[in-house]
């Protein structure tokens, strides 16, 4: 399993513990606060500079270098030919 997979089970993990140990104010008053800064500060970061849209993107830096199906299954596919021929 890659690291940056790793990463990102983490952060949901904690996510998950966090919806439900912290108390509902204060969630919603963090989420809107969250959802202000990524609408009012990072958008227009990625709208003005383009060439940082993708170190602005929250969706981008979490899912950041995990790779698809399709690109797992290309790197694994020769060792596992190499297991299976032996």
């Keep these: 399993m890659p ?3 790793i990463v990102t089970l983490s952060l949901l993990i904690v996510g998950v513990l966090a919806t439900a140990l912290i ?3 204060i969630m919603v008053k963090s989420l ?3 959802a202000g800064f990524v609408f009012f500060g990072l958008f227009p970061l990625a709208t003005n500079f383009p060439e940082y849209r993708l170190l602005v993107s929250p969706l981008k830096l979490t899912l ?3 790779p698809t199906h399709g690109t797992f ?3 694994a596919a020769p060792y596992r030919m190499v297991q299976f021929i032996s």
Excluded: A, E, V
Aim: charged fraction near 5%; hydrophobic fraction near 25%; proline fraction near 7%.
């Design 3 to 5: 690291s940056q997979t």
């Design 23 to 25: 108390p509902l104010q």
């Design 32 to 34: 809107t606060f969250g």
């Design 64 to 66: 950041w270098n995990i």
């Design 73 to 75: 299954t290309s790197d």
